[in-house]
């Protein structure tokens, strides 16, 4: 993504520049389809943190937003499409896409900033009913149990279970610890 955005921002013929950002993306699409996230008919569920703990808009290289983007991006490009979910989340949810061009969706997805509210991420999944085997979290791991914040008594915990009991009890979990700030 780094290339892409150097030679995006250069000062040369622009015919010449998108014939190498074109040869850019496509080594980028290439490499993600070659990286062995997992078995093609496992079901993901892709959940990126976009709280203003993140930071950063556009493409800023050392932001755990552009990190995580870059991230979701190339897991989005690289599993099978049909057995992935993207979703974004800080004060609400919101599911994604990376249909058109991957470098495009990192050039053009922003954090909206705001709380870290992952709860509303995976409730997300059961209002839809999506049942999936893999939930990748993208986040700086500061996040916070709604219960402190007025909304009622809601955890990560809590809607995990809920998301076990109703769609599918064998759920895994990875969390990518983007940044560390909190524990989580």
């Keep these: 993504a780094q290339a892409y955005f150097m030679v995006d921002s250069m000062n040369m013929d622009r015919i010449n520049a998108k014939k190498l950002l074109s040869a850019i993306e496509d080594g980028f699409v290439i490499s993600a389809r070659n ?10 569920a892709l959940l990126l943190d976009e709280s203003g703990s993140m930071g950063g808009s556009g493409f800023q290289e050392k932001s755990p937003f ?10 989005m490009t690289g599993l099978n499409k049909d057995n992935v979910t993207g979703w974004l989340w800080s004060d609400s ?12 969706f990192i050039k053009q997805t922003n954090t909206t900033g705001g709380g870290t509210d992952v709860y509303g991420a995976v409730e997300g999944l059961l209002r839809t009913k ?4 893999v939930m990748v979290i993208f986040t700086d791991m500061q996040m916070y149990d709604l219960d402190r914040w007025s909304r009622g008594t809601r955890t990560f915990g809590d809607i995990l279970k809920r998301y076990k009991k109703e769609l ?5 979990v990875v969390f990518w610890n983007l940044a560390g700030y909190g524990g989580g």
């Design 35 to 44: 990286v062995p996230f997992g078995d093609e008919n496992t079901r993901y």
């Design 66 to 75: 552009s990190i995580g983007k870059t991230m979701f991006a190339s897991m």
């Design 93 to 104: 949810a919101r599911e994604v896409d990376v249909n058109m061009s991957p470098m495009t």
């Design 130 to 133: 999506t049942n999936v085997d």
């Design 168 to 172: 599918n009890s064998n759920v895994q």
